[in-house]
T-cell receptor, first 115, second 110 residues
């Protein structure tokens, strides 16, 4: 299995620009998660989807952030406009079912730097 | 804030044993996870405990005490490649909403 795929792996942009991060979950996984990791705040859940439907977006920091999952094999996280404080590593993860013991499999992450 | 706490950094010697502690506070407990994260890489699953006691997986073991809100990860026969961050996490609210600790950065030296 290819695992969770994310693109781009690195992104450097200027404040005010739109940033789009992409994720392809593991085939057959019904749950997709977007996380953000920073030194200050650690690993935080932003939003997660079940069968392409957003279930909990309470972790999305503000309206500048939006996420979509148009089909079972693709999701995007968009930041518009971007700000320097958005600099972080953004991880996408997927899991098979909604059981508490179900493991989440993480993608390699996108390292975002907003100048 | 997150009700999960673990030490920020630890150091240990190759071949030794190290214990990484995690304390948490949550209602509706649904188990506790440990993930390993090497620098610049994604977190990878290590263990999941839902019942009290010790679970062993090769060189790594994980312990849980639900009454004390306490878990630890035990790493034996440390190797240089074990240098990484170790994150504990619990499911909150929905089954799949994981709350992560800040992580413990472990440095293994010769």
């Amino acid at each position: 299995d290819a695992g969770v795929i994310q693109s781009p792996r690195h992104e450097v942009t200027e404040m005010g620009q739109e940033v789009t991060l992409r994720c392809k979950p593991i085939s057959g996984h019904d749950y997709l998660f977007w996380y953000r990791q920073t030194m200050m705040r650690g690993l935080e859940l932003l939003i997660y989807f079940n069968n392409n439907v957003p279930i909990d977006d309470s972790g999305m920091p503000e309206d500048r952030f939006s996420a979509k999952m148009p089909n079972a094999s693709f999701s995007t996280l968009k930041i518009q406009p971007s700000e320097p404080r958005d600099s972080a590593v953004y991880f996408c993860a997927s899991s098979l079912i909604a059981a508490p013991q179900e493991t989440q499999y993480f993608g390699p992450g996108t390292r975002l730097l907003v100048l | 804030g997150q009700n999960i706490d673990q030490p920020t950094e630890m150091t240990a010697t190759e071949g030794a044993i190290v214990q990484i502690n995690c304390t948490y506070q949550t209602s509706g407990f649904n188990g506790l996870f440990w993930y390993q994260q090497h620098a610049g890489e994604a977190p990878t699953f290590l263990s999941y405990n839902v019942l009290d006691g010790l679970e062993e997986k090769g060189r790594f073991s994980s312990f849980l005490s639900r009454s004390k809100g306490y878990s630890y990860l035990l790493l034996k026969e440390l190797q240089m490649k074990d240098s990484a961050s170790y994150l504990c996490a619990y499911p909150s609210g929905g089954y799949n909403k994981l709350i992560f600790g800040a992580g413990t950065r472990l440095a293994v030296h010769p």
